[in-house]
């Protein structure tokens, strides 16, 4: 197990013009702790994990957090604290003009991981998400 206790966030942060990376800041059982960097434009994909909570604490930027598989979102932003608790569809898009990070807890470590995909309400069909208006 590491025994490293204190962790400097900025080294783990990793822009991309693909994909956001998730960086492993610390893992052990209880929990793994990640960093996100997310430009304007990109998102994490709406998820759940379908045994433990993910906890982000929003550093910089703003987003679209998923609330639901319809793709209900609420506007998320730096000083924010947002948590999905086991088995919440939850996931972001950057809508801002700045990146968006933060730092995610996943408790358990092995809380798993789903995809989801979005539903159109009104017809049930599934979705990809409309990500930008204009």
């Given at each position: 197990m590491n025994t490293d206790r204190?962790?400097?966030?900025?080294?783990?942060?990793q822009p991309t013009d693909e994909e956001p990376i998730r960086s492993v800041v610390t893992e052990s059982s209880n929990a793994t702790v990640v960093t996100w960097y997310i430009k304007p434009g990109q998102e994490v994909p709406p998820h759940i994990h379908p045994t433990g909570q993910d906890t982000w604490t929003i550093l910089a930027g703003q987003g679209r957090y998923y609330l639901d598989q319809v793709g209900t979102t609420e506007p998320i932003f730096a000083g924010d604290i947002v948590v999905?608790?086991?088995?919440c569809v939850h996931g972001v898009f950057n809508d801002g003009n700045e990146p968006l990070v933060f730092i995610s807890v996943v408790s358990p470590a092995e809380a798993g991981y789903q995809r989801i995909s979005l539903e159109d309400s009104?017809?049930?069909?599934?979705?990809?998400?409309a990500l930008r208006e204009g």
């Open positions: 204190i962790f400097h966030s900025s080294e783990f942060f999905a608790h086991t088995g009104s017809s049930g069909i599934t979705t990809q998400p």
